[in-house]
């Protein structure tokens, strides 16, 4: 009979860790001992090993990902062809999940948390933020015992590439990314345009204040971003997006900034990003860089952003035209090519602000004071 390797508790006070890696593919043989993957919490790294021998039925979990305690990293059987639970169980016993239409409000929320329509169960004909939120916090406060979650029957495939290859799981950053990329092209009516500007203003307004400040590091992009913070706090459309047919104005300014590190490209969020001096969006910009550096992100890092700054100065790019993140209306784009040619640019979203609007903040934006 099938069993399941669930994420062990490693601290008392953590009910989630980052899975950095998992050894194991479906189909695999395993010996008792094996390790299957890596697990990392703020203070160690643990194996999770195999308590028995056998075959790998189906791995519920992929690398780089926040995953709860208690849930199940994978199924182990006895023989190959044995039946997951949850797959061939009786109706009655199976977790309900939700094959509803969510609303708006609802869509929204599920894409905030990282979240599909299936997870959640819906008490009506559509899913609705009501129904959201009793999941996540019957989520927050955790299952009694560990429980086995149901794996997504996959869509019907395509085609797919005609050359040979092999299925890799997507980061976290990966899936994030693609959210956006999946929200960007389906949903918005995005668009995009750019000004040249004289940059010489910024950088000595730059240096004037690191200087003043004792600061060893360039200050220089996090205060265009708190620039573009003011400038939507005294003009709330610009932190707004469409819900249900109607504008739906953000109670905060949580900014999205760009961060790289190695491989990888993050949007890290500052929640009431408009609450905040210069000195205090730059510290904590510097905060969420060095959890970055340390691969010590959590998903409430990324999630939320109302509006965007991102750079590609240290490319030297010509030209960069943004992806819009999901429920986002603006995005900036700063880039200095190697021609010394200084662009902002903005990428918009069509149904909530017109090519005037973005006009309008990159012309406020290009100076450093009123």
Do not use: C
Request: hydrophobic fraction near 40%; avoid cysteine.
């Amino acid at each position: 009979m099938p069993h399941a390797v669930h994420i062990p508790r490693v601290n008392n006070n953590d009910d989630e860790v980052r899975l950095v890696r998992v050894f194991v593919r479906d189909g695999e043989s395993i010996k008792p001992g094996q390790q299957l993957a890596e697990i990392e919490t703020d203070k160690a790294s643990i194996p999770v090993e195999a308590e028995r021998g056998g075959f790998v039925l189906r791995v519920l979990q992929t690398d780089d990902s926040m995953v709860r305690v208690g849930s199940v990293l994978a199924w182990i059987g006895e023989t190959i062809d044995e039946a997951i639970p949850g797959r061939d169980e009786p109706a009655a016993d199976r977790p309900k999940v939700s094959t509803a239409e969510p609303t708006a409000k609802a869509k929204a929320m599920l894409l905030e948390h990282g979240l599909r329509v299936e997870d959640v169960p819906a008490q009506g004909e559509r899913l609705t933020v009501d129904d959201v939120l009793a999941y996540l916090k019957s989520r927050s406060e955790g299952p009694k015992t560990p429980v086995a979650t149901t794996p997504t029957p996959s869509s019907p495939a395509s085609a797919g590439p005609s050359a040979a290859g092999r299925l890799e799981p997507l980061s976290m950053e990966a899936r994030g990314m693609m959210r956006s990329v999946l929200w960007h092209r389906d949903e918005a009516a995005a668009a995009y345009l750019e000004i040249e500007y004289d940059p010489q203003p910024w950088e000595e307004h730059a240096r004037a204040f690191a200087e003043e400040r004792r600061m060893l590091g360039n200050p220089l992009l996090p205060l265009m971003a708190h620039r573009l913070v003011v400038i939507a706090r005294d003009h709330a459309r610009l932190n707004s997006t469409i819900v249900d047919g109607q504008r739906f104005v953000y109670e905060h300014i949580n900014l999205g900034f760009t961060i790289q590190v190695q491989d990888n490209l993050y949007l890290v969020v500052v929640p009431r990003a408009e609450e905040m001096d210069p000195p205090a969006l730059i510290k904590a910009l510097d905060q969420l860089h060095r959890k970055a550096i340390g691969h010590k992100l959590t998903p409430e890092d990324m999630r939320g952003a109302t509006l965007g700054f991102s750079s590609m100065a240290r490319w030297q790019a010509s030209r960069h035209i943004p992806i819009l993140p999901p429920y986002v209306s603006m995005i900036v784009a700063h880039t200095v090519s190697k021609d010394g040619r200084s662009v902002l640019g903005a990428t918009y979203d069509h149904r909530v602000l017109s090519g005037g609007d973005a006009v309008f903040v990159l012309n406020w934006l290009a100076q450093p004071l009123d």
